[in-house]
């Protein structure tokens, strides 16, 4: 089995082996996936916003947006711009109508993207659904962009040795366990 292949199942393990994780197949891209798409329940998405502080003059980046619904609802519920960065062109398609639907495309972009080579200086909030090992590789690009003050939320996973300012450990509206964390950055790597 090659390493790759192997890489894929364990990753693909973790996230299904969280409770209430429900993963959607997708074509596959060429790009390097962070996380397999899972999506993040609207009582969860809500949580994450408010966690963060989300308001009218914040600029939510979602890294992996999958259907959109993060970068939506912060448009929709709290008045903030969004841009979702997601590697599948499909998902990136659906967001896009659901954006319309909802009325607020013109606060909200998508764009198709691997969030490992992504401009994210603009954003003042950044969301992850992504697993433990890919919100480490991500930390340098956190730290290098985003200005002091930004907000890291992370939905059920850690950045490495980063330790939150915050964690929020409830029941969903499906009776399940979430974890969120939040962190607010300082512009210092640490290991």
Request: proline share 5%.
């Amino acid at each position: 089995m090659g390493r790759r292949l192997l890489a894929v199942i364990l990753a693909t393990s973790a996230v299904s082996a969280v409770p209430g994780v429900q993963l959607e197949q997708t074509p596959r891209t060429r790009q390097e996936r962070l996380a397999p798409f899972a999506t993040t329940p609207h009582d969860v998405v809500e949580r994450m916003l408010q966690l963060a502080g989300v308001g009218p003059s914040d600029v939510v980046y979602d890294l992996g947006s999958g259907d959109g619904r993060i970068v939506i609802a912060a448009a929709q519920r709290f008045g903030a711009r969004g841009v979702g960065l997601e590697i599948d062109p499909e998902l990136v398609r659906k967001a896009e109508a659901a954006a319309k639907a909802a009325g607020v495309a013109d606060r909200v972009t998508f764009r198709v993207q691997d969030v490992m080579t992504a401009d994210v200086s603009e954003a003042t909030v950044v969301t992850l659904y992504l697993l433990a090992a890919s919100n480490v590789r991500l930390r340098p690009l956190l730290t290098r962009q985003l200005r002091r003050g930004s907000r890291i939320v992370a939905h059920e996973f850690p950045m490495g040795t980063w330790t939150p300012s915050h964690v929020d450990t409830f029941v969903d509206a499906t009776g399940q366990t979430r974890t969120l964390l939040l962190w607010t950055t300082d512009g210092v790597e640490r290991r």
